[in-house]
């Protein structure tokens, strides 16, 4: 590519990045939560943009591949970057798959004291009776308009 052919960015979809490898999807998470928040300890937590940008190209690659879509390689320029930290939607995906794939890590990251796993049994608890109770009280509010 050129310096006088311009890359459509319009082809590459935020919601298209996956990865399995927690390393590589933190580095891309806390480069974008670094451009999100500007804190310095997300910066630090990243090598390097190159880096970034090979995990982030990687993790396009991997999506492209497992749904058969070709995928012209993006430049790292500008623009790149650009779209990247657009609308934080990237992150937004990349926080995703960081909850599901790494949540040690991106406990640790954000600064979370504790397990995820307990913290997670805890959730699924609390779920689990708030539907058992909206469910009574739905048979509790039909029979009590058949009794009237």
Avoid at 2 to 8: F, L, M, P
Avoid at 81 to 99: F, Q, R, S, Y
Wanted: overall charge negative; some cysteine; proline content about 4%.
């Amino acid at each position: 590519m050129n310096n006088s052919t311009s890359y459509d960015f319009t082809q590459l979809d935020p919601a298209a990045y996956t990865d399995d490898n927690c390393n590589d999807i933190m580095k891309v998470w806390s480069y974008l939560q670094y451009n999100a928040t500007q804190d310095f300890k997300d910066w630090a937590n990243f090598d390097s943009e190159e880096s970034v940008y090979q995990y982030i190209v990687q993790g396009l690659q991997i999506y492209a591949s497992d749904h058969e879509l070709p995928l012209k390689v993006p430049p790292m320029n500008q623009d790149f970057w650009n779209w990247a930290v657009k609308d934080k939607l990237l992150l937004d995906n990349v926080d995703t798959k960081a909850w599901v794939t790494c949540p040690e890590q991106l406990c640790k990251a954000v600064g979370w004291e504790g397990s995820p796993d307990i913290a997670g049994v805890g959730v699924s608890t609390m779920i689990i009776l708030i539907q058992i109770l909206a469910n009574q009280y739905r048979c509790w509010r039909r029979t009590s308009y058949k009794l009237s």
